[in-house]
């Protein structure tokens, strides 16, 4: 799902550079991705827009804390991993922070899917604008 979501982003004009992504086994397109400029496994900027934890819910537990240190600031967390609560995910980032829980239909990348989600906490997320491309 991750990897549809960012292939509609980039068929909407979002620039391969201004990605990161931190997989550990990068599919053979993230890695034809990194050759365009997509920051792959790298280290992360220092206060991304937003941050999209897109792996299965066994693997959250080895991926917030690779995520982390972009906590605690202005940072937007968005979830699409089924199963995890927002109570687990502020656990596990062990910082204050704006999370958001979207559960997308499977057809993100025609970009006429639909979204559920919920946040936390609600004040900061209204607050935050989405970035321009």
Known sequence: MGQALLDG??????????????????????????????RLNGDLP??????LLAVKPQQMADALPRVAQLAGGDTVFVSIAAGT?????????????????????????SAAGS????AMPAPTVR????PKR
């Open 9 to 38: 982003w980039l068929a909407g004009g979002l620039a391969p550079a201004a990605v990161s992504v931190l997989d550990p086994a990068p599919s053979e397109r993230l890695q034809e991705l990194a050759a365009q400029g997509l």
């Open 46 to 51: 220092a206060a991304p827009a937003a941050c």
């Open 85 to 109: 609560t927002l109570a687990a995910l502020e656990a596990g980032l062990g910082a204050p922070a704006p999370i958001i829980r979207a559960m997308p239909t499977p057809r993100p990348r």
């Open 115 to 118: 979204l559920r989600w919920s």
């Open 127 to 130: 607050r935050w604008r989405w």
